[in-house]
């Protein structure tokens, strides 16, 4: 059974950071690109990170850049978001994907998923 699994969330004030992992288990995810993901209550599901199967590339989404970075260890099967400076409105339910296809803009979508971690920023 294919999984994914996130931890690190929970609450910060606004200004702090938190770091985000996702564990993969049964199944190597090194040759896959993997992603983040976030849904806010009442939102559409929106594309934050994404990071190819070498680590080689990144794409962000515009409102992120300069605060978020996205890392992987190919030998561990893990993936990070480091968030920094974080904004209310980086309120959401993340979620960690992979997938066989690397795509260098935003992704619509994506194989495999995980349960999600929440993140609340208050302000």
């Known amino acids: 059974q294919v999984q994914l699994v996130e931890s690190g969330g929970g609450l910060v004030q606004a200004g702090g950071s938190l770091r985000l992992s996702c564990a993969a288990s049964?199944?190597?995810?090194?040759?896959?690109?993997k992603a983040w993901f976030r849904q806010a209550p009442g939102k559409e599901r929106e594309f934050v990170a994404a990071i190819s199967w070498s680590g080689g590339s990144t794409v962000y989404v515009d409102s992120v850049k300069g605060r978020f970075t996205i890392s992987r260890d190919n030998a561990k099967n893990t993936m990070s978001l480091q968030m920094n400076n974080l904004k209310p409105e980086d309120t959401a339910v993340y979620y960690c994907v992979a997938d066989e296809r690397w795509r260098s803009g935003p992704w619509r979508d994506s194989n495999y998923w995980g349960q999600g971690t929440q993140v609340t920023v208050s302000s």
């Open positions: 049964g199944r190597t995810f090194s040759r896959y690109a």
